[in-house]
């Protein structure tokens, strides 16, 4: 192969600027081994974030020629001629260089009310294939962020983010919402406290997400369908202001017994 | 109260290690009413944990009746060639059942058997169908299920944080911990009633490995200088299938699930090479024909299992032997044929993971053509020595659970014990570590002057100007213990790395490192590179010592399996309790096997 120029923003959140390194990859190479050798024989203190370096941990997460990707999952082979800039999630804050600060996550992790099952029976419990599918799609989620990084809802606009739980976490809520044992309602949660209705459907979270998994029509889209018969249905509606019970907060669903 | 002059935190237990152990060890503390907090060098839900595939092994008797824990017990001794703590063994398969049920109260979705029970599947030296899984992304399913309960809980986890040394207080217990922060290199310490250790392996200190970057052996090396033991250190598991090309994914997972659902293994000839490599102690329960393996995928008792599944050394040793015969494939493996055994759509059903893995990266559709693969270093045997109830190291306050625990598996582990170690035994060192600070012997104040020095350690290499480069080291490092301790040892070569090890003790003292402290990958690799070190040392000690072949042990100069050293670990002690101490290697005994759990070994012969 020929070299080529990469193009990596290097900086922190005081800013920074776009550095050119020049290199020739070896075949079958990602970006992710192309930053590694940089770090090992030109500029040791690159900093990016990387684990299992096999698409299943979702932790290099950046923007390659500006698209959200998996550096890990990214042949350098297959990206087209030129030079090939490299860029931190724009939607978090910087930390450094490749880094970002991906916190407002693991808050939005923390908000999600605890999955609430009956008691388990003698032998466990009993579920079908069919129906322990729906939720498995959603479980296949690596929490890489780039949903949450292409997301134009948070992309764009700062101030949506505390009311706007984002793609990972629509996922999460409908995962709980058709989970055969679960519950605990988070209808209203979702549609009143986490954003659903910010989303309109533009899908850009199911194409970045390197798992296939469908977030637009298979979570996001029955999950606002299933809003809008809690808040529509007369009779459901009726039925919830009769004997509605408060959901239960993720502290208080922690202190169940332990099994 | 410690004063320290660097951000503090105060905890009854500290957990190092946000794996499937760390997390289950602090879910139980949590339950027991005391104050967790977790440290982590990755972000939560990272950890190496997510890269198991293929399942965790219970004897839940879901697909298979027979099964029970006194066959799975067997099978976990048998298949650890008995260098196993037997009560370790024991207490896994008992109560690994209620591990895995206890993950679906907590949300985890298992695939299901036709009666809409947990399925199971077959995997290498189980002798009934056993992985509870989920497709071939079962850790993942595993770390996010505890990684959701740890967050409801509200238990505090310190992500991106790395710990350098553990501390003691002035009577000499454990108490706590030095770290620095990731985003902005600052210190910080933890002072703790007890500290769980539960940093997973150290397969990072060879060339081809499945391990991340994390997989530096912190707290194998940072247990043996704070005072406790380790043992089985040269037990390596060289898992039988990496992929082998592109290079530059040479050494990634290719689950044992392909095997199980049907994969065999083929030499450049086209033949399965399999039959020709049975040891003795697995002729009775190993097919002899290729009909005969067949038929028992289907049927357990229409046939015997396929020797494609026997235990990982074996299959690693004759996958070995193939390509050194010279009927390996042109980038050195032998192939992994599904593509002609099962249908596409079972193959993408069953093995999504790898159907992607090999079309994203290696441009191969597995529906479609053999895999290319060949060992890759997995999983050490070795670790921490504990006391198998507790998971009390012998360093006052110290538990260890998982990777970085040893005894369990003996000289091999088998496929799917991983996990269920993970929550049987993090479980247990949370309730060693609460039990502990009931009988009131707890830490109090942490010593300065080790913390101190710890940091004095980190930050030397910023000063050194025309010192090496930690990624320099790290290479060669890998390279010495791929090639003087692999898959295949033999005394010359083990010496030789002794040597060796003495000179990168020599290298990594004048280390340089470049650039600022926040977020600087170089210094945090310089950071490492001392317990790597110590975790090789004992390595090659182990190796040099033990001198027959068994299990993740194999000498080419000691070829056979010596009754003598089945009676003992090697254990390893810190003389002086700093990075470049000497290490004492002396012989541990095995526990004795009461007579009822014996009758169950003799019995399966």
């Not at chain 2, 907090?37 to 092994?57: C, F, N, P, Q, Y």
């Not at chain 2, 219970?58 to 099964?67: F, I, K, L, P, R």
């Not at chain 2, 070829?559 to 089945?566: A, I, L, Q, S």
């Amino acid at each position: 192969m020929t070299d080529v120029t990469m193009r990596i923003w290097r900086g922190d959140a005081s800013g920074g600027e776009f550095k050119d390194y020049t290199i020739e990859p070896n075949e079958g190479e990602v970006v992710l081994d192309i930053i590694h050798r940089l770090q090992a024989t030109q500029t040791p203190d690159l900093a990016c974030r990387w684990n299992c370096k096999a698409g299943k941990c979702g932790s290099c997460s950046a923007e390659v020629n500006g698209r959200p990707r998996l550096m890990c999952m990214t042949r350098m082979q297959d990206l087209p001629e030129g030079p090939v800039t490299v860029t931190p999630m724009k939607t978090f804050p910087i930390i450094r260089d490749l880094v970002t600060d991906v916190s407002f996550n693991f808050i939005m992790a923390a908000k999600v009310p605890a999955f609430l099952p009956p008691p388990m029976p003698e032998g466990g419990y009993r579920m079908f294939q069919k129906d322990v599918e729906r939720g498995q799609e959603f479980r296949k989620c690596i929490e890489c962020f780039l949903c949450q990084d292409v997301c134009h809802v948070i992309r764009d606009h700062e101030e949506n983010k505390e009311h706007y739980a984002g793609p990972r976490f629509f996922i999460r809520y409908a995962e709980l919402e058709m989970h055969p044992l679960d519950t605990n309602d988070r209808r209203d949660l979702v549609h009143e406290e986490m954003g659903l209705g910010y989303c309109n459907i533009t899908k850009c979270c199911t194409e970045v997400c390197p798992e296939h998994i469908h977030i637009t029509d298979n979570a996001i889209i029955p999950l606002k369908e299933r809003v809008v018969d809690a808040d529509y249905d007369p009779i459901a509606w009726l039925g919830r202001k009769i004997r509605r019970k408060p959901k239960k907060s993720a502290s208080e669903a922690a202190v169940q017994p332990a099994p | 109260m410690t004063t320290s002059p660097y951000e503090h935190h105060d905890y009854d237990v500290l957990i190092i290690g946000a794996g499937g152990a760390g997390l289950r060890a602090a879910i139980e503390a949590e339950q027991r009413g005391l104050k967790v907090g977790i440290i982590t060098k990755s972000l939560l839900g990272k950890a190496h944990t997510v890269m198991a595939e293929g399942g965790i092994a219970a004897a839940m008797g879901n697909v298979y009746s027979e099964d029970n824990w006194m066959v799975h017990f067997r099978d976990t001794m048998r298949g650890g060639k008995m260098l196993n703590n037997y009560r370790m063994a024991e207490l896994h398969a008992k109560e690994s059942p209620d591990r895995v049920w206890e993950l679906e109260q907590w949300g985890a979705l298992f695939d299901r058997t036709k009666d809409g029970k947990i399925l199971q599947r077959d995997f290498g030296g189980h002798r009934y169908a056993r992985l509870a899984h989920v497709g071939d992304r079962t850790g993942l399913e595993l770390i996010r299920t505890l990684q959701q309960k740890v967050v409801s809980m509200g238990t505090d986890v310190y992500m991106e944080c790395k710990v350098l040394q553990l501390v003691h207080d002035a009577s000499g217990r454990v108490a706590g911990c030095v770290a620095y922060w990731r985003h902005n290199g600052e210190f910080v310490t933890f002072g703790a009633k007890a500290v769980i250790m539960a940093t997973g392996g150290t397969g990072r200190s060879w060339k081809f490995t499945t391990n991340s970057w994390e997989g530096t052996g912190d707290g194998h090396a940072m247990s043996l200088w704070a005072g406790a033991k380790l043992i089985d250190m040269e037990c390596i598991q060289f898992h039988p299938t990496g992929m082998v090309w592109p290079l530059s994914v040479r050494g990634l997972l290719v689950t044992e699930g392909v095997r199980g659902d049907g994969g065999v293994l083929r030499n450049s000839e086209g033949k399965r090479f399999m039959f020709n490599y049975v040891p003795d102690m697995f002729r009775a329960e190993t097919a002899d024909t290729e009909e005969e393996a067949d038929k028992w995928y289907d049927d357990h008792s229409a046939g015997r299992r396929p020797p494609e599944l026997l235990p990982r050394d074996e299959v690693a040793r004759a996958i070995n032997t193939e390509v050194k015969a010279g009927r390996g494939t042109p980038h050195g493996g032998v192939l992994l044929d599904i593509a002609s055994r099962r249908t596409p759509e079972f193959i993408r059903r069953r093995l999504p993971s790898m159907y992607h893995q090999f079309m994203e990266l290696a441009g191969v559709d597995i529906t479609r053509e053999a895999m290319e693969i060949g060992p890759t270093c997995h999983y050490i045997m070795g670790g921490v020595k504990v006391e198998a109830d507790s998971a009390a190291t012998d360093a006052p306050g110290l538990f260890a659970a998982g990777e970085c625990a040893g005894g369990l598996h003996g000289a091999n582990r088998l496929g799917g014990n991983s996990l269920s170690d993970l929550v049987v035994f993090g479980r247990r060192a949370g309730a060693g570590a609460a039990e502990y600070i009931e009988s009131g012997q707890a830490a109090t104040e942490l010593d300065m002057a080790e913390v101190e020095y710890a940091v004095k350690e980190a930050l030397d290499p910023f000063d050194r100007a025309d010192g090496e480069s930690p990624y320099d080291v790290q290479r060669d490092l890998q390279e010495m213990m791929q090639t003087n301790v692999g898959i295949i040892r033999t005394a010359t070569e083990i010496e030789d790395a002794i040597v060796q090890l003495d000179t990168f003790t020599e290298r990594v003292k004048h280390l340089s490192v470049k650039g600022g402290r926040a977020y600087n990958p170089g210094w945090n690799l310089a950071t490492d590179l001392p317990a790597m070190l110590t975790v090789c040392k004992t390595v090659a000690l182990g190796a040099i010592n033990r001198q027959e072949s068994r299990g993740g042990h194999t000498r080419e100069d000691f070829p056979k399996t010596d009754p003598h050293f089945g009676t003992f670990n090697f254990a390893h002690s810190s003389d002086g309790g700093k990075w470049d101490s000497p290490i004492i290697t002396h012989e541990s005994p095995l526990l004795e096997i009461p007579d009822e759990l014996k009758a169950l070994l003799e019995e399966a012969k």
